[in-house]
């Protein structure tokens, strides 16, 4: 049970779509999705055992299995307002009060 089998099964279902192929890609990826699950289940029931004492770190992983972040950093810091990209958060933040204030 290997993504690099996957792999080779979805590349001969896509380059000779046969009703084979199909079906054997289809058999393997939900064989293959199982026990990806249990994996996981297994590897967080074993990790969460270990730390049933550290309840800051149980807390960790149970946000992680969640995937609770708080990480902002994909939040965008350039706008643009009036056809200019603007970058100053006050600039952006009356932009947005603007914005929401008129939109009634």
Do not use: C, W
Not at 14 to 23: A, V
Not at 40 to 45: L, V
Not at 77 to 95: K, L, P, S, W
């Amino acid at each position: 049970m290997s993504s690099k089998t996957k792999a080779k099964l979805l590349l001969s279902k896509l380059s000779i779509p046969s009703k084979h192929n199909i079906q054997k890609y289809k058999a393997f990826n939900i064989l293959h999705k199982k026990l990806q699950r249990l994996l996981k289940a297994t590897y967080f029931e074993n990790i969460l055992e270990e730390n049933k004492f550290n309840i800051k770190k149980t807390r960790s992983i149970l946000n992680e299995i969640i995937r609770k972040h708080n990480d902002k950093s994909g939040l965008s810091t350039n706008f643009v307002i009036n056809n200019t990209q603007v970058g100053d958060r006050q600039e952006v933040a009356e932009a947005f009060n603007i914005f929401f204030f008129f939109q009634k």
